[in-house]
């Protein structure tokens, strides 16, 4: 069974840009999750996907936005890009929504995000 | 903004020893998750212990559960060089919807 794929693995854009990452979940999983790494603020939620629809968000800014696709694959789109938003940004995919049920997530290797 | 406080950040130890971190968080919880980070690549998914439970085992690893304290811990047996990697641990709350995660504990196990 394939694991989450994440693409792609390393982005360098410019402050000002924007950019999409692409996340596919494990072949089932109906629950996709985004989360941003940094050394200074670790792992953060950014939003939750389930059956098409959000269901939950983090504390970012409009900034970040981000979709899930009737395959289940997600995107994420940070506009008008800032250092700051230098990072790693995880996907994870459940069976069901995080933690209900008690399932567990499995996350892709990341996409390392750079913003010069 | 994280929930869980790990301590310590940082562990060193020699191969053959055991290696233990513990977390702590604030608000009540439905499942604590522990996962290991290899040098800033994907997270892995090590053992989930649901708020009901006390104690799991999965191979060298023995997880704790205290929600009266609201503290868990990790403990790795027999500690092999492969082992050195950030550890996290993450909980969810009773409504679900995401992970909350710790700082992490850097493991270091030297051959």
């Known amino acids: 069974k394939a694991g989450v794929t994440q693409t792609p693995r390393y982005l360098i854009k410019t402050r000002g840009q924007q950019v999409t990452l692409s996340c596919s979940p494990i072949?089932?999983?109906?629950?996709v999750s985004w989360y941003q790494q940094t050394p200074g603020q670790g792992l953060q939620f950014l939003f939750e996907?389930?059956?098409?629809?959000?269901?939950n968000k983090g504390n970012f800014p409009g900034r970040f936005s981000g979709r899930q696709f009737s395959n289940s694959r997600s995107e994420m789109n940070v506009s008008t890009l800032e250092l700051g938003d230098s990072a790693l940004y995880l996907c994870?995919?459940?069976?069901?929504?995080?933690?209900?049920?008690?399932?567990?997530?499995?996350f892709g290797q990341g996409t390392r995000l750079t913003v010069v | 903004s994280q929930q869980g406080e790990e301590d310590p950040q940082a562990l060193s130890i020699q191969e053959g020893e055991n290696a233990t971190m513990n977390c702590s968080y604030k608000?009540?919880?439905?499942?604590l998750q522990w996962y290991r980070q290899n040098s800033g690549r994907g997270l892995v998914h090590l053992i989930l212990i649901r708020s009901n439970e006390r104690e799991k085992h999965s191979g060298r690893l023995r997880v704790t559960l205290d929600t009266s304290k609201k503290s868990s811990s990790l403990l790795i047996t027999a500690s092999r060089a492969a082992d050195t990697a950030s550890y996290f641990c993450?909980?969810?709350?009773?409504?679900?919807?995401?992970?909350?995660f710790g700082q992490g504990t850097e493991l270091s196990v030297k051959p």
């Open positions: 072949s089932g999983h109906r629950s």
């Open positions: 608000t009540s919880i439905n499942n």
């Open positions: 993450a909980t969810v709350g009773n409504q679900g919807g995401k992970l909350i």
């Open positions: 996907y389930f059956s098409e629809t959000q269901r």
């Open positions: 994870a995919s459940s069976l069901a929504r995080t933690g209900r049920g008690n399932t567990e997530a499995f």
